[in-house]
């Protein structure tokens, strides 16, 4: 109580504002007067603001591969910008301007391939653009009793799109979407319906000018929140449905997900997905210990997934996410082939949770030899990281791993700084 009292009177640690590389029309999370208002002729008053902030991410990794090591200095520039027209109405775009198609920018200094010296990816490709609005708080005049059901969000533009954690699509596509938010049928207390129309940029393998529609929804009961989607594809003339339902819950202690997936593919027979997901915090701690486990059979892909992005099974365990940079693989494969795998790890908390270290157990069994990929693979997995100041922090990686009775490792470090 003593301490409570201090801190109400006397202040805490002096928290520094973050503010950004570039901002307009108001501080960012900071004090003073508010931006200038517009009043528009639907009625709505926007304050518009600006922000552009990001992250400067540079790995060097190195890692034993089957005829020799690779060893290479990379890095990826993520840029974002947040013009805030009011509190439901902005426009977004966000840029990385350093790698391309899953290259980065890097300097390669070894590699038994023959690729050595620097690689420039550099680009001013926009990977999103997209504007998203309440029609209620942009049309305020239709609704002033507040009784009309016109709360209807929208958005449209190249937009990063993420269901079911990832796994049913993970894609930045040309599209035009609508949601219902707070939908209020008899034994739920929460309803959100999504209907999404892509008209192109939808990636499967190396086509990117696929389309699809969606329709997706998220529904909270009092034990447990459901997700249930839907998504209808058309890339290179070949049509797929592909869908999912998932349950998150916490069961006294423990938190819990259960999720299937299925692919309905006009070119080649259906495939499933099982996935479970348990955690906890272990008795007198605030660390975190985790189990995940999955079984495909015949074989499951995504949607759509953008050149770059982990495989399907990134969810699993950091072994099959991989970085997102630099040339060294995940420590196990993250794709969707007919499998079945599991991974189990702690992940410790310090410094008031500035530092943290993971450790974790992972493997994944095939059901038959895939061209290209390892029926039995294992690997151990570490990774620490820890922030210095306000803006950067600095993570260590490293993995051991056996391959169909192969052994092989990597390690990685690598600088963030928060812009």
């Not at 002033?144 to 709360?151: G, I, V």
């Not at 074989?299 to 992005?309: E, M, T």
Request: hydrophobic content about 40%.
């Amino acid at each position: 109580m003593i301490w409570f009292l201090w801190l109400a009177f006397f202040g805490g640690e002096d928290v520094q504002r973050p503010r950004p590389p570039i901002e307009w029309g108001g501080k960012f999370l900071g004090q003073g007067p508010t931006p200038k208002q517009w009043v528009l002729p639907t009625g709505a008053v926007w304050q518009p603001q600006f922000i552009l902030f990001g992250a400067l991410r540079t790995d060097f990794s190195w890692f034993s591969a089957n005829n020799g090591d690779v060893s290479a200095l990379s890095t990826r520039l993520d840029l974002v910008g947040n013009l805030q027209l009011s509190g439901t109405e902005r426009f977004v775009f966000s840029m990385r301007n350093l790698d391309e198609g899953g290259q980065f920018t890097r300097y390669v200094f070894s590699d038994p391939d023959g690729e050595t010296g620097g690689r420039s990816e550099a680009n001013a490709e926009v990977t999103s653009a997209f504007f998203e609005a309440d029609l209620g708080e942009v049309f305020p005049a239709l609704n002033q009793s507040d009784r009309r059901a016109l709360d209807l969000g929208t958005a449209i533009g190249r937009m990063p799109l993420s269901f079911q954690d990832g796994m049913l699509i993970n894609d930045n596509v040309d599209a035009v979407g609508l949601v219902r938010n707070n939908v209020l049928p008899k034994r739920l207390s929460n309803l959100r319906i999504t209907a999404v129309w892509a008209w192109d940029g939808v990636n499967r393998g190396s086509q990117d000018d696929g389309k699809l529609w969606g329709l997706f929804s998220s529904m909270d009961t009092r034990t447990s929140s459901w997700d249930v989607d839907l998504v209808h594809t058309d890339v290179d003339d070949s049509s797929r449905w592909v869908g999912g339902v998932s349950a998150t819950q916490r069961i006294g202690a423990n938190n819990t997900t259960f999720r299937l997936m299925g692919e309905n593919n006009e070119a080649s027979s259906e495939g499933f997905l099982a996935f479970a997901s348990w955690s906890r915090a272990p008795v007198g701690s605030h660390d975190h210990i985790y189990i995940n486990g999955y079984k495909i059979w015949r074989g499951v892909v995504s949607a759509g997934r953008s050149p770059g992005a982990p495989g399907i099974l990134a969810p699993v365990g950091i072994a099959f996410a991989g970085k997102g940079l630099g040339r060294a693989p995940s420590a196990i494969s993250g794709g969707g082939e007919d499998s079945f795998g599991a991974a189990c790890g702690r992940q410790w908390f310090f410094s008031h949770g500035k530092s943290q270290l993971v450790l974790e157990a992972a493997g994944r069994f095939a059901s038959a030899k895939t061209e290209g990929i390892s029926r039995e693979q294992i690997a151990l997995v570490g990774r620490y990281q820890t922030s210095l100041g306000h803006r950067n922090v600095i993570r260590f990686d490293a993995y051991l791993n056996r391959l169909d009775g192969e052994f092989g490792s990597g390690i990685s470090s690598e600088w963030v700084l928060q812009l």
